[in-house]
């Protein structure tokens, strides 16, 4: 059987990583195209050479653009792709411009397409997330779903019967870096005074549209940020950096520290070692949470909502708990396994294969 991914953005990479080692494992043919959505090293080279994912078989060179430029020429690539390869099955991820394209791009040829993150709901239609994971559900045929939530999202929206629960492949990813790195030291690109602070120091990233593309907002979440009782490892995503740029936003603060983004296994020893992490992304909000590192949400809701049980991630949308919030102890709570046993990429190629 041949399998061909579609992945573009950073949070893909991260996905593909254990399953195109599941698929290594196999006879079956595993083919990676790469969109392009992400571009810069740090966004997309770092994550193939650490996580030891093949080259990309294909890669379409997109860039950025507005979301219709970007999609739709994401989406017009794509025909001379599938048209050579020919796969039994288009496999696509998460919920960005790429995930779209792909599924569209391979339900138009009349190849069947798997979701993989499928039936994630934030409820929250100003998001091109949401749109994007909505559209995908219901144009793929297999919906690869990471918790019982997500499995009762699609069930509601009538896709019960193309649903399968095979838990959540970026855990398989966290457990095993956290097993790898277990005993080193946060990496030497954070500065000293983050991570010898006496009293510890918080991991933030900011780069959701809804937080980056108002000046006013993007002023209020950086002075948030410049705020808090602790140093701050601001990893900055090149959306908010282009941003701030763009509204005279100084990153540059005293106990704010604006670095680049991480690569992989650096995040995962960044963020265990930290005293808690601010964010808007969804993947780290579950990184911190598998980490068991208390986690501060600048969004009004997130899909994982399982986070959110005993008190592990707190949603902060206006900005007024994150000061005392993000400093908060560490819960007691059991956080019981929401996200499966690291185990979800193989039973990501057994439901492919057996489909
Ligand atoms: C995309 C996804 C988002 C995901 C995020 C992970 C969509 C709609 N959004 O958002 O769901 O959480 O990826 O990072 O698909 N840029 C660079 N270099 C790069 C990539 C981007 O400089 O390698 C800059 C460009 O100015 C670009 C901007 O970042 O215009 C936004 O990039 P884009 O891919 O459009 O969306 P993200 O914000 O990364």
Known sequence: MKILSVVGARPQFVKLAPVATAFARTEHQHVIVHTGQHYDARMSDVFFADLAIPAP???LGIGSGTHGVQTGAML????????????????????????????LAAVKMHIRVAHLEAGLRSFNRRMPEEHNRVLT?????????????????????????????VGDVMTDVCFRVRDAVASSPPPAELPAAVTSAADGY????????????????????????????VPVALLAHPRLVARCEEYGISLDRPTLHALQPLAYP?????????????????????????LGVPCTTLRTETEWTETLEGGWNVLDPDLTGVKDLAT??????????????????ERTVAALTQA
């Not at 796969?87 to 779209?100: A, E, Q």
């Not at 650096?266 to 598998?290: C, H, I, N, P, Y």
């Not at 908060?328 to 990429?345: E, I, K, N």
């Open 266 to 290: 650096d995040m995962v020893r960044t963020v265990r070692a930290a005293r808690g992490v601010v964010t808007d992304s969804g993947g780290l909000q579950k990184e911190a949470f598998l």
């Open 137 to 165: 559900d219901h144009a793929a045929d297999l919906l690869l779903a990471p918790t019982d939530v997500a499995m009762g999202h699609l069930a509601r929206e009538g896709l019960a019967a193309r649903s399968v629960l």
């Open 202 to 229: 918080l991991v933030a990233t900011v780069h959701r549209a809804e937080n980056t593309d108002d000046p006013a907002r993007l002023t209020a979440v950086v002075d948030a940020l410049a705020s808090l009782d």
């Open 57 to 59: 078989d294909v890669h």
């Open 76 to 103: 017009g690539a794509m025909d001379a792709v599938l048209e050579e390869q020919r796969p039994d099955w288009v496999l696509v991820y998460g919920d960005t411009n790429s995930t779209v394209a792909g599924a």
């Open 328 to 345: 908060r102890p560490v819960p007691q709570a059991d956080r019981g396994t929401p996200y499966g046993d690291g185990h979800a990429a």
